[in-house]
C-alpha cells in the first residue's frame, strides 16, 4: 500500500514568491497534519485538517495557509516567502483527529530553499 | 502542551540493549507517552505509545515509571538501522483541544557502532 505522498521533493524560490505544496494521505485517512521542519531542529505544527476543515494551527504568521479536498488530499501554501522559511516540509496523515490510537503516517517531506 | 526532557544524544554498540530516557515531570493523567522516530532524510516514524503500564511491540517496549514523571523507550538489540533521532511525545487523550497535533522537542541523536 502507498504511503504518504508529496510533492514536490525539492523547490527552489526565491523571497517574495509563493509555493504550494501537495501531500496525499494514506487511503482511508481523513486527517492530514501540516509540519515544518528547520535543520537540526525538530518538526513544528503548522495546521491539522479534518474532513476538509481546519481543526489545529500552530503559532505560524498568515502568510500560511492550507485546505484539504474531498478526497483528503491537501495543499499547504505559503505567500511572501522568507529566507527563513526554508525547511523541510512534512506531511502527516492519520485515521481520526484524536485519541490513544492516532498514530500519524509521515511522507518524506519537501524541501523548500528560499534564496 | 507539557513538555518533555531528553538527552542530546546517545551511543551504543551494534546488537547490544539500548535505554532511551525521556523525563516529563508536568505529564497530567490524560496525556499518552508517544515516541517517534526520524532516520536520516525521512520523515518521522511512529515507534510506541503507552499510559500507564508498559508496552510491547515489534519495534521496541516502552518501560513508564510509576509516578509517570519518567518513561524510557527500550530497543533490545540495537542495529545500524536503528540509528536515528527519537522523540519522546506527550499526547492528550480524546477530547483534548490538542487533535492531533504532535510537540516535538530536540529528541535524542542515537548513534549506533558496528
Known amino acids: 500500500d502507498a504511503g504518504v505522498t508529496q510533492s514536490p521533493t525539492h523547490l527552489i524560490k526565491t523571497r517574495g514568491q509563493h509555493v504550494t505544496l501537495r501531500c496525499s494521505p494514506i487511503?482511508?485517512?481523513?486527517?492530514v497534519s501540516w509540519y515544518q521542519q528547520v535543520l537540526g531542529q525538530g518538526p513544528q505544527f503548522i495546521f491539522q485538517?479534518?474532513?476538509?476543515?481546519?481543526?489545529g494551527r500552530g503559532n505560524f504568521p498568515d502568510r500560511f495557509s492550507a485546505r484539504q479536498f474531498p478526497n483528503y488530499s491537501s495543499e499547504l501554501n505559503v505567500n511572501a516567502l522568507l529566507l527563513g522559511d526554508s525547511a523541510l516540509y512534512l506531511c502527516?496523515?492519520?485515521?481520526?483527529?484524536?485519541?490513544?490510537?492516532?498514530?500519524?503516517?509521515f511522507g518524506p517531506g519537501t524541501r523548500l530553499t528560499v534564496l | 502542551d507539557a513538555k518533555t526532557t531528553q538527552p542530546n544524544s546517545m551511543e551504543s554498540n551494534e546488537e547490544e540493549p539500548v535505554h532511551l530516557p525521556c523525563n516529563h515531570s508536568?505529564?497530567?493523567?490524560?496525556?499518552?507517552i508517544h515516541w517517534y522516530r526520524q532516520l536520516p532524510s525521512q520523515g518521522p516514524e511512529y515507534v510506541i505509545h503507552?499510559?500507564?503500564s508498559n508496552v510491547n511491540n515489534r519495534m521496541a517496549s516502552l518501560a513508564i515509571a510509576e509516578d509517570r514523571k519518567s518513561s524510557t523507550l527500550i530497543l533490545h538489540r540495537a542495529t545500524l538501522r536503528d540509528a536515528a533521532v527519537y522523540y519522546c511525545?506527550?499526547?492528550?487523550?480524546?477530547?483534548?483541544?490538542?487533535?492531533?497535533?504532535?510537540?516535538f522537542g530536540q529528541g535524542t541523536i542515537l548513534t549506533v557502532h558496528p
Open positions: 485538517y479534518y474532513e476538509k476543515e481546519e481543526r
Open positions: 503507552g499510559l500507564t
Open positions: 508536568t505529564i497530567s493523567g490524560t496525556d499518552y
Open positions: 511525545i506527550l499526547r492528550e487523550n480524546a477530547g483534548g483541544t490538542s487533535y492531533g497535533k504532535l510537540t
Open positions: 487511503s482511508g485517512h481523513k486527517s
Open positions: 502527516a496523515s492519520s485515521w481520526v483527529t484524536s485519541g490513544v490510537g492516532n498514530e500519524q503516517f
